[in-house]
């Protein structure tokens, strides 16, 4: 990775640390919103694949070592699989594979949702989680994240055209 790949992965985790922060210190809703997954869907679709997947792996340990957020049992395994799902397949459908941008979000977080049940399954049958099944949390998910998913379909196209014309990698 070059320096500004790297410099610019570090501002999207400090980025993914914070604007969590801001959303629950002002009771702005963060289940809701889903504020950290916004800088590792851009980070995946302005920087690829790796830094993606990066980025939403050190993401959710390094806010929930920092700020308690998420909480180690059973969230942040969940948001470490989701959150690295994201980053990973958001990157490599729009830089590998030249999707479209909103196609690439939208199947990134259609496989992040997957990926976090997959996780639910494994913490119920192997770990005692005794929450929601997978598919119940997938729902879950989605009905709580509503206002989230639609900010990121409106919001992270927008940042990432912006980064796109303005910033050479």
Avoid: C, W
Avoid at 39 to 51: D, N, Q, R, S, T
Avoid at 84 to 101: C, I, P, Q, R, V
Avoid at 143 to 167: A, D, M, R, S, W
């Amino acid at each position: 990775m070059k320096a500004k790949r790297i410099v610019l992965s570090g501002l999207f985790v400090a980025i993914g640390i914070l604007l969590p922060m801001i959303f629950h210190q002002f009771s702005m809703g963060g289940p809701a919103f889903l504020p950290m997954h916004i800088p590792v869907l851009i980070a995946g679709l302005f920087l690829g694949p790796i830094e993606g997947l990066m980025v939403g792996l050190i993401t959710p340990i390094l806010s929930s070592v920092l700020t308690g957020m998420p909480v180690m049992f059973p969230m942040l395994p969940i948001m470490v699989f989701e959150l690295g799902t994201y980053g990973f397949t958001a990157g490599y459908f729009y830089k590998k594979l030249k999707m479209n941008l909103f196609v690439s979000l939208i199947l990134s977080m259609l496989d992040g949702r997957i990926s976090a049940g997959i996780v639910v399954f494994i913490l119920g049958s192997f770990f005692g989680y005794q929450g929601a099944g997978p598919i119940p949390f997938i729902q879950g998910a989605i009905i709580t994240g509503i206002p989230g998913i639609i900010i990121q379909i409106i919001f992270v196209p927008l940042v990432v055209k912006l980064l796109n014309k303005y910033i050479q990698q």
